[in-house]
């Protein structure tokens, strides 16, 4: 099995930046997409962004242009750099790997257990 571990929430205020981190336990055999999911004060969760091993990115409309996911296939490790964080954006924050650890078998969804943005004045 496999853990992913996210890393970077805080206490920020309007406008601020934060740069959240995720990094996996092992290698994975194969990865097809790592993206960022986000879960909303009695919300549910929901999708933040996504990028493939091509380097194709997508967003959710809220965050375009503020929000840029990166990452690191070898690692693997992937990244979630948040600008101009508004009260909105406050939310438990997910990575999520979907892959193969091995060669056996077929793609699975692997998720981390969040880390904790909150921006308040």
């Known amino acids: 099995q496999v853990e992913l571990v996210e890393s970077g929430g805080a206490l920020v205020q309007p406008g601020e930046s934060l740069r959240l981190s995720c990094a996996a336990s092992?290698?994975?055999?194969?990865?097809?997409?790592m993206a960022w999911y986000r879960q909303l004060p009695g919300k549910q969760r929901e999708f933040v962004a996504l990028?493939?091993?091509?380097?194709?990115?997508n967003y959710t409309e809220s965050v375009q242009g503020r929000f840029t996911i990166s990452g690191d296939n070898r690692k693997p490790a992937v990244y979630l750099q948040m600008n101009k964080l508004e009260p909105e954006d406050t939310a438990v924050y997910y990575c999520?790997?979907?892959?193969?650890?091995?060669?056996?078998?077929?793609?699975?969804?692997?998720w981390g257990k969040g880390t904790l943005v909150s921006v308040s004045s």
């Open positions: 999520n790997i979907f892959g193969w650890l091995t060669e056996l078998g077929g793609p699975m969804n692997y």
């Open positions: 990028m493939d091993t091509l380097g194709f990115t």
């Open positions: 092992r290698l994975f055999f194969t990865i097809e997409t």
